[in-house]
């Protein structure tokens, strides 16, 4: 989401005469874009601002702006904390940036916006997208759950569903202009539409999708393992287009520290639901956010913990080690684990996050992928980097006729926790003798089961984006 909002804030910056620069030292203005879920983002924040503040001394006329997450958290102290700031806006007010920006040049003052709420969803706003054949689609803001680890609803809001009418006209404007591939966003995506008349669910939303000619993969972030009905599951198993790949949070095995976090699930009831998923998507790709040193989290919790995460099998994880966050509940609670305590913890979950990831890769070995390619690899020229169905990161040789934005079929050469190595070869049959998958028809064989894929690596969420 965050990634999304940065895209509509520099869409809107070159509608109003902007273009993008090569660096700050080049630029005449630099906006961030922030996280508050960790207290990592933040000091990130004041880090990059301090470094900013010799160059606005050489440049009065620099401009600086502040927005998303950590700039509604912190609202008038940002400019305090970093009084050679000029602007700062919050999560409610993208449209505000430009003229924002104009008050500073006609006031001569630092100008800051933070609304508590907005009537329209920011869809409406001009995005440049990142890349031209992948979109981000929002389908509702805000968060209704009350985690206590979390900052974000307090941030957000109240969630509020977007229309299925303006969600599909926009992705079929997307489609038009070459997008192939769309992520639904959400706080919690699969509770969309509980605030709507007419009883509209996520199942819908996704089914009503499997028909848009051109869109070839569907995916969506985050579901909540609470709102994850059985004809969710179906309609994933089910649409054509949607992808085989769901991330979970789980954020702890131990049943007492969900409860301590307000996670309205226990650990049993999660591994039913992974259950459940697994059998109706053979080859689903599983990922998950795992927090460790909750308040209050013993060596018994942990050791849940790893017992759940080895059950559900994941192919990949985010971890994070707890981050107190100013007005949660969890930052005031007494019994804070010690950093030592949490840091042997967290090497212990990473090496096993790292092992099962290596396992679900190893036997992708040999077979052969769809894969949308999406860039060059950053560290090899000569190599293209791309994506299964299942969200697995591929690379393979350049081949003359393949760039960013086609589907390629790859053979997996190699394997590691967090990638595949393979090869482009002619579309044709895996090694099992069933059909390679493809987006259109999903690479159904005469079974009904998918094939084609398993695993996934999990993408990369940035604190702060600029």
């Avoid at 869409?11 to 273009?19: A, D, I, K, N, T």
């Avoid at 206590?148 to 303006?166: D, I, N, Q, Y």
């Avoid at 559900?312 to 007005?327: C, E, H, L, V, W």
């Avoid at 390679?436 to 084609?452: Q, Y």
């Amino acid at each position: 989401m965050n990634f999304h909002d940065s895209e509509r804030i520099a869409g809107l910056l070159e509608s109003r005469g902007y273009r993008a620069a090569e660096s700050p030292e080049t630029a005449d203005l630099v906006v961030f874009n922030t996280c508050a879920v960790r207290e990592h983002a933040g000091d990130r924040l004041y880090g990059h601002l301090g470094h900013l503040a010799s160059l606005k001394r050489e440049r009065p006329e620099f401009r600086i702006a502040v927005g998303g997450c950590q700039a509604q958290m912190d609202r008038e102290r940002l400019l305090v904390k970093a009084s050679h700031v000029d602007v700062v806006f919050g999560t409610h007010n993208l449209a505000s940036l430009p003229d924002l920006l104009e008050r500073v040049e006609l006031t001569g003052r630092p100008q800051a916006e933070i609304l508590e709420e907005t009537e329209a969803f920011p869809s409406c706003l001009p995005s440049k997208r990142e890349r031209s054949f992948r979109a981000w689609v929002t389908v509702s803001k805000g968060c209704d759950n009350t985690c206590t680890f979390c900052v974000v609803p307090a941030l957000r809001g109240p969630e509020t569903s977007r229309r299925p009418e303006e969600v599909l006209a926009e992705i079929e404007g997307l489609v038009a202009d070459g997008v192939v591939e769309v992520t639904l966003l959400g706080q919690n995506v699969n509770s969309y539409g509980h605030d709507l008349s007419g009883r509209v669910k996520f199942s819908d939303l996704l089914r009503s999708l499997g028909g848009a000619e051109g869109l070839r993969r569907v995916r969506f972030t985050s579901p909540h393992p609470k709102d994850f009905p059985e004809e969710t599951i179906r309609a994933i198993a089910e649409t054509p287009n949607v992808c085989e790949h769901v991330h979970l949070p789980l954020q702890s095995g131990s049943d007492e520290v969900l409860r301590a976090m307000r996670r309205s699930y226990r650990a049993q009831r999660y591994l039913r639901l992974v259950e459940s998923l697994r059998n109706a998507v053979p080859d689903l790709a599983l990922t998950t956010d795992l927090i460790v040193g909750f308040p209050g989290e013993t060596e018994r919790d942990f050791a849940d913990t790893l017992r759940v995460v080895e059950a559900s099998r994941f192919d990949a994880a985010y971890t994070f080690i707890y981050s107190p966050r100013p007005g949660t509940p969890a930052a005031s609670m007494n019994n804070q684990v010690a950093p030592g305590v949490i840091q042997e913890r967290f090497a212990r979950l990473v090496e096993l996050v790292e092992r099962l990831g290596l396992e679900a890769n190893r036997p992708l070995v040999g077979r052969i992928f769809e894969v949308l390619v999406e860039e060059v690899s950053i560290k090899n020229p000569d190599r293209l980097s791309g994506r299964t169905r299942s969200n697995k990161l591929v690379h393979f040789p350049k081949r003359d006729g393949i760039g960013a934005g086609g589907f390629v079929q790859v053979r997996i050469d190699r394997a590691t926790p967090h990638y595949l190595v393979g090869e482009a070869v002619e579309r044709g049959r895996n090694p099992e003798g069933t059909a390679s998958g493809e987006a259109v028809d999903r690479g159904r064989n005469p079974e009904g089961t998918a094939s084609g894929e398993a695993g996934a690596a999990a993408v990369s969420a940035g604190e702060v984006s600029r």
